[in-house]
């Protein structure tokens, strides 16, 4: 819980008392690796801290292809905020590429704290905001740059996630086949 109380104090400041309200609401989960936080189809019903592990976001195009959208490593919420806020179903899964230890929220315990606590809704715009600008600073450069420079970027984006996960998962989200991706890393070492 340590982990995830540092996490929102950069956001904002909270007394003690409202930490510890936060605290109560908060579960200890802990998630094997392939299995899934959330799935598409399903409505997201939970908010999650990742304490130890990676998650990656992934859907099937319309070719029945698994496509990695990006990947969520320690100190990161992990929420489908579109199916949480409006209560539809997913069209994405959040899976464990790793054993995960995360802090989780029920939605229901969720909206209490953000109908409970003074400057919690603020905390966590000022958190959703900077995700959302991470995500665009990460894929933005993915569409216009070659596979190379791509892999690279993804190294300074991801540089605890590239020997922890298979590389299959990274060529996908690069938008390169596995054997570009082994050629690649080959030509760079």
């Known amino acids: 819980m340590k982990e995830f109380i540092e996490y929102i104090l950069q956001f904002g400041n ?16 802990t998630i094997k690796k392939d299995a899934y936080f959330s799935e598409a189809g399903k409505i997201s ?3 999650g801290f990742v304490v130890e592990g990676i998650l990656r976001v992934c859907y099937y195009n319309n070719k029945g292809e698994e496509i990695t959208k990006y990947f969520i490593d320690e100190n990161n919420l992990v929420v ?9 179903c997913s069209s994405a899964y959040v899976q464990a590429l790793t ?10 315990d969720w909206l209490d704290l953000l109908h409970t606590i003074v400057g919690w809704e603020t905390i966590v715009h000022k958190i959703i905001s900077k995700v959302l600008r991470q995500k665009v600073e990460r894929r933005s450069p993915l569409v216009t740059e070659d ?5 690279l970027m993804f190294l300074e984006i991801y540089p ?3 020997n922890r996960i298979p590389l299959s998962y990274v060529a996908s989200y690069l938008g390169i086949t596995q054997s570009s991706l ?3 890393r080959k030509n760079i070492r």
């Open 14 to 29: 909270l007394n003690p008392q409202q930490l510890a309200l936060i605290s109560s609401k908060a579960t200890e989960l």
């Open 45 to 47: 019903q939970e908010v």
């Open 80 to 88: 489908d905020l579109e199916s949480f806020d409006n209560q539809i």
């Open 99 to 108: 054993d995960c230890k995360m802090i989780v929220f029920s939605r229901k």
């Open 147 to 151: 596979a190379t420079t791509r892999y």
């Open 160 to 162: 605890n996630v590239v």
């Open 182 to 184: 082994s050629r690649i």
